[in-house]
């Protein structure tokens, strides 16, 4: 441009350029707003409700406490939530053809196909997982070593191929979610002896489980299965199983081990009289099953940490001293 030096071009440039920046920003917000104003949609409001928490002497309020449900089943509350869905869906509906596009496009450039896990030795099995084109969930899968007498090594190559041993399929996540518009396994656990399976299940998306122990081969139930859970299973040698409950607020809360024979049970669960303070019970059975499920409370000792640490937070409170934990 004749007649203008570069330090008075490169003002005049930035102020145009933030010019047009602008003017489309607002052409956009005028669309969305007139998009959304032709809609008609007006949101929900949630009632307030005045409910009084009580701790330590200090008095909190919540006025929309009325909205938790750990149940899942106040029509109240599950009509609230459905009017609030059916807001986003209106709300969005101009934008649902290009959502879709979207992910069309997305899933077109994503390539399919049938995966396997790197296979795990335990005793006389590889252990692995699989996964198969147009379906969301795996296959959990056991090949049998023939020449299980070498020790296990790095260099361990599980056979394939038609002289291979038969691959049995253990589990099917697949067939265990038909029914559920959500599942997760949280745990698949095969025992020591390789003669049993535990796994835990999450069909709701709260991150409550449910824990099942089958047998490897038939693949037949074993005992009752274990509600309101947590996924954090362990074996404690060949027939004693160790899980987590929780408490009304889905934190953990006792550590227990189940002997599936003889059917005892332990169980570990902090208390806030001190730091290291456990109240165990045991009924029936024999010494030695308890010694074995002791083992594996053992193992999982460290998920009672938050648990200890709540109860010191709580005695420091009472004290009125800061609470540093």
């Known amino acids: 441009?004749?007649?203008?030096?570069r330090s008075t071009l490169f003002p005049l440039l930035l102020v145009t350029s933030w010019l047009l920046v602008t003017s489309y920003a607002w052409r956009i917000h005028a669309t969305a707003a007139q998009s959304f104003s032709s809609n008609k949609v007006i949101p929900p409001v949630a009632k307030k409700a005045?409910?009084?928490?009580?701790m330590f002497g200090d008095v909190r309020v919540d006025d929309y406490y009325w909205l938790r449900d750990d149940s899942h089943s106040n029509r109240e509350i599950l009509s609230y939530l459905k009017a609030e869905n059916d807001y986003t869906n209106q709300s969005m509906s101009s934008v649902k053809q290009f959502e879709d596009q979207l992910y069309a496009e997305m899933v077109a450039r994503t390539k399919e196909e049938v995966g396997i896990s790197a296979p795990i030795r335990r005793g006389s099995y590889y252990y692995y997982e699989r996964t198969l084109v147009g379906k969301d969930n795996k296959l959990h899968c056991r090949r049998l070593i023939t020449?299980?007498?070498?020790?296990?090594s790095v260099y361990d190559v599980m056979p394939t191929g038609p002289e291979a041993p038969t691959e049995h399929v253990i589990l099917d996540e697949n067939?265990?979610?038909?029914?559920?518009?959500?599942?997760y396994l949280g745990a698949f656990r095969p025992s020591p002896n390789n003669k049993l399976i535990a796994y835990a299940e999450d069909t709701k998306g709260d991150g409550i489980h449910t824990v099942y122990v089958i047998d490897a081969d038939k693949g037949t139930a074993i005992g009752n299965p274990l509600k309101g859970v947590t996924s954090n299973i362990e074996w404690a040698g060949d027939d004693a199983l160790v899980y987590?409950?929780?408490d009304e607020s889905h934190r953990y809360q006792k550590t227990s081990a189940l002997d599936l024979k003889s059917a005892v049970r332990v169980v570990a669960e902090p208390t806030c009289a001190g730091e290291e303070a456990e109240r165990q019970s045991i009924s029936g059975g024999n010494l030695e099953a308890v010694r074995r499920a002791m083992i594996g409370i053992e193992a999982v000792a460290v998920a009672l940490k938050d648990r200890r640490r709540e109860c010191r937070g709580r005695a420091v409170s009472e004290m009125g001293v800061a609470n540093d934990t």
Not at 1 to 5: A, E, F, K, N
Not at 50 to 54: A, I, S, V
Not at 147 to 152: K, L, T, V
Not at 175 to 183: V, W
């Open 147 to 152: 020449n299980d007498a070498s020790p296990p």
């Open 50 to 54: 005045r409910h009084e928490m009580e």
């Open 175 to 183: 067939i265990r979610a038909q029914g559920h518009e959500y599942y």
């Open 1 to 5: 441009m004749p007649g203008l030096s």
């Open 244 to 246: 987590i409950t929780m």
